[in-house]
T-cell receptor, first 112, second 113 residues
Framework: DADVTQTPRNRITKTGKRIMLECSQTKGHDRMYWYRQDPGLGLRLIYYSFDVKDINKGEISDGYSVSRQAQAKFSLSLESAIPNQTALYFC???????????FGDGTRLSIL | GQQLNQSPQSMFIQEGEDVSMNCTSSSIFNTWLWYKQEPGEGPVLLIALYKAGELTSNGRLTAQFGITRKDSFLNISASIPSDVGIYFCAGQRNAGNNRKLIWGLGTSLGVNP
């Protein structure tokens, strides 16, 4: 079983819809992250959380919100989706100090 | 946002050849990480480097933490078709609670059997 699980794996929706992407982990890590990946732009950080009561904006947080429901769960919401939010979205987790991040397999989101 | 300079952007080689790619930055990092991403999957950690000058191997892969702490190199020896993918470098500073990674844009590797 995957240590970092993202659902759904694929989603097609329309402009203006509210979308929620889910991430759950069994690694026992405190730190969780949401990235988006676009061709030629690499991985860009949207939001991150170092524990259940901690939420921080990344470099491209506008148009997104997150919720850290529990240590193991971190969800990303698009309140009113727009076409330029079409991308591949990744959740990642890491332990304390400088332990590396571990990634889920991604959610491919298309907004028409 | 800040990004690392990763090169080459892409390369296509013959099976059996050795491959080198690198990342450079104008800033110092305390940790360098190398990941590989295959289609339909998330990045997978290959090698983590924590000390300037450190040279670490993982099978046919070898990575080095530059002595200036501003660069890192990844070498793949005797390439095989399953090495195909996008390789990303990432740097991290350990200043306070700032554990965010700074990412390169990736090196796309193709291997001709």
């Amino acid at each position: 079983d995957a240590d970092v699980t993202q659902t759904p794996r694929n989603r097609i929706t329309k402009t203006g819809k509210r979308i929620m992407l889910e991430c759950s982990q069994t690694k026992g890590h405190d730190r969780m992250y949401w990235y988006r990946q676009d061709p030629g732009l690499g991985l860009r950080l949207i939001y991150y959380s170092f524990d259940v009561k901690d939420i921080n904006k990344g470099e491209i947080s506008d148009g997104y919100s997150v919720s850290r429901q529990a240590q193991a769960k971190f969800s990303l919401s698009l309140e009113s989706a727009i076409p330029n939010q079409t991308a591949l979205y990744f959740c990642a987790t890491s332990g304390v100090n400088n332990q590396p991040q571990h990634f889920g397999d991604g959610t491919r989101l298309s907004i028409l | 946002g800040q990004q690392l300079n990763q090169s080459p952007q892409s390369m296509f080689i013959q099976e059996g050849e050795d491959v080198s790619m690198n990342c450079t930055s104008s800033s110092i990092f305390n940790t360098w990480l190398w990941y590989k991403q295959e289609p339909g999957e998330g990045p997978v950690l290959l090698i983590a480097l924590y000390k300037a000058g450190e040279l670490t191997s993982n099978g046919r892969l070898t990575a080095q933490f530059g002595i200036t702490r501003k660069d890192s190199f990844l070498n793949i020896s005797a390439s095989i078709p399953s090495d195909v993918g996008i390789y990303f470098c990432a740097g991290q500073r350990n200043a306070g609670n700032n554990r965010k990674l700074i990412w390169g844009l990736g090196t796309s590797l193709g291997v001709n059997p």
